[in-house]
């Protein structure tokens, strides 16, 4: 696979790195030519730590926690913030997450062993999985986790033997395909009916298997759960799926006398890749969800519930960047412009997998505007390795810093060993003090569960 064609008539913006506006981390400016964000130096962090190098903002996160938690808290006081922990996870997110009053949604025992690691609430726990196995599920139950989301008839009957052989009973959401195509890229939409996600409203499947759930055995039916897809820049898609969801309640009401507790709105806010992203803030996000869920309650009758959303991409996104080396120039005329970096597809798959766009800046020119347009190559062996595709940057040098954008959603999650190499440590910066909360991998690292 190559990558797509390069647009040689384009012009670079010839914007200066303040000049991204959303794109940036909240603490970013510019002193001396260098790019600081929480007050340190990108260009000598890069030369103390190496590069690749994840850098995240906590002042950034810490900021975003509290503008979906007040948003929601102060439309509806009975609500939760649930991070969705597929897009960025280690011990020091957690530990600032549960600082900061959020839950926490895993997908498998290996994020939930994370969360127990280090001490998180479990009782603020929500578990995911389109295929959670019988192991997984025992280690839910067993540790105590607040809701586990039902994905089939399947899992249902698996989660009710393994609580009743454990003596307890587990709170659980069933998961809706609530038949609605989020205006997203098709790789990340969730809820429209041809998914493997959730119970499909198709003939009635998900409210005919209501009753099971009502009827399984230590297991209590808490609330439905909706995820329509990822990177939305408006909330009508939610509000579509949301009164499809309230309408069910009604019709559980009406027909089982049960009004359920809860209703998880999923997550899905998109975020400013680069200068041309305009999604809707927070703020707004909230106000048209609790509308939504306030308004579809008083047309069909059902009690308010509380409410609870699923940020993940729209809470870390924007505060981490990524700092590279240049190491190769290469001009092809009248074809492309690369500039090899020493990362790639290892740590930011998003490119190579669906042609993401990142704005990138020269960390050590921070305060020139960027004049040439450059695709930013990897140094791994596949042809469509790269980060960024044709985008404005400063003159790249030999031995430059870049620093490229929004890159805390997705990248180290998904990123790989191929190649053999490491996978980058993670910094956080604050108050001017960088702290290494995740180590950069080694080659020992690599072959440690190798037998000899």
Not at 99 to 111: H, I, K, N
Not at 167 to 190: E, K, L, N
Not at 353 to 359: D, P, V
Request: hydrophobic share 40%.
């Amino acid at each position: 696979m190559a990558l797509p064609l390069s647009d040689t008539t384009k012009q670079a913006d010839n914007l200066t790195t303040m000049e991204l506006g959303a794109v940036l981390p909240k603490t970013a400016e510019v002193k001396e030519g260098h790019l600081f964000i929480g007050g340190v130096d990108m260009v000598h962090l890069a030369k103390e730590q190496g590069t690749a190098l994840y850098v995240f903002d906590e002042a950034d996160l810490r900021f975003r926690m509290n503008s979906y938690r007040e948003a929601f808290q102060s439309r509806h006081e009975n609500s939760a913030v649930i991070f969705a922990s597929k897009a960025f996870l280690n011990k020091a997110v957690l530990k600032v997450l549960e600082e900061e009053g959020l839950y926490l949604d895993v997908s498998g025992g290996g994020e939930l062993a994370i969360a127990q690691a280090c001490g998180f609430p479990m009782e603020r726990v929500v578990v995911h999985g389109n295929n959670k196995t019988p192991r997984e599920l025992e280690e839910a139950v067993a540790a105590g986790v607040g809701c586990i989301v039902v994905d089939s008839r399947i899992e249902l009957a698996r989660i009710s033997e393994i609580a009743a052989a454990k003596g307890v009973s587990q709170d659980i959401y069933m998961r809706i395909t609530p038949g609605v195509a989020a205006d997203t890229h098709v790789y990340i939409q969730t809820g429209c009916e041809d998914s493997k996600f959730g119970f499909n409203m198709r003939d009635d499947w998900a409210f005919n298997c209501v009753k099971d759930a009502q009827e399984a055995p230590n297991v209590r039916l808490k609330g439905l759960h909706m995820h329509i897809g990822s990177q939305i820049f408006t909330a009508q898609s939610h509000r579509e799926a949301i009164r499809v969801l309230v309408e069910l309640m009604a019709r559980i009401k009406s027909t089982y006398g049960v009004e359920l507790d809860e209703l998880d709105v999923g997550g899905g806010l998109g975020v400013a890749y680069t200068v041309g992203d305009a999604p809707i803030s927070i703020d707004e996000f909230a106000q048209e969800v609790v509308s939504a869920v306030k308004d579809f309650c008083a047309e069909f009758d059902v009690k308010v519930p509380r409410i609870l959303c699923e940020p993940g991409r729209s809470l870390v996104a924007n505060a981490g960047v990524t700092l590279y080396t240049v190491g190769i120039l290469k001009t092809l005329p009248g074809i492309r412009k690369y500039v090899a970096i020493d990362g790639g597809m290892t740590d930011n798959i998003r490119t190579a997998l669906y042609q993401a766009n990142y704005e990138p800046i020269i960390a050590n020119k921070a305060d020139l505007p960027r004049t040439e347009i450059v695709t930013l190559c990897g140094k791994h062996c596949e042809s469509s390795d790269a980060v960024v595709l044709d985008m404005s940057i400063q003159k790249p040098d030999l031995g430059d810093i870049v620093c490229v954008f929004a890159t805390g959603a997705y990248n180290h999650t998904m990123a790989s060993n191929y190649n053999g190499q490491p996978r980058p440590p993670i910094v956080f910066v604050k108050d001017g003090v960088a702290r290494v909360v995740t180590r950069r991998e080694t080659y020992a690292d690599i072959m440690a569960r190798d037998l000899d």
